[in-house]
């Protein structure tokens, strides 16, 4: 099992910035992949960003050179940058992490971007 807790989440201006953490527990020598996802009221989940083991990202078009992914492997945890927030990057955003078999969550934290 792997334990998720965000944190960082907020209100901000759009043109604003906030950074997410997300730490993870339990068993994270079978993570393969981290990232955030997030959600819009009356949305689907969608993907935000994604980094590998090796340190490989992978982003949506829309937070491209805006929001960056990165992690501290010593501290368990991942963080979203996000840059030059716009009022649409409002959202629930959720972390997530990946092993072979699995697929594990975080509560998740909101985001809102006030135009």
């Known amino acids: 099992q792997v334990q998720l807790v965000e944190s960082g989440g907020g209100l901000v201006q759009a043109g604003g910035s906030l950074r997410l953490s997300c730490a993870a527990s339990g068993s994270i020598f079978s993570i393969n992949v981290m990232g955030w996802y997030r959600q819009a009221p009356g949305k689907q989940r969608e993907l935000v960003a994604t980094i590998t083991n090796s340190g490989s990202t992978n982003y949506n078009y829309s937070v491209k050179g805006r929001f960056t992914i990165s992690r501290d492997n010593a501290k368990n945890t991942v963080y979203l940058q996000m840059n030059s927030l716009k009022p649409e990057d409002t959202a629930v955003y959720y972390c997530?992490?990946?092993?072979?078999?699995?697929?594990?969550w975080g509560q998740g934290t909101q985001v809102t971007v006030s135009s």
């Open positions: 997530n992490a990946k092993d072979w078999i699995h697929n594990y």
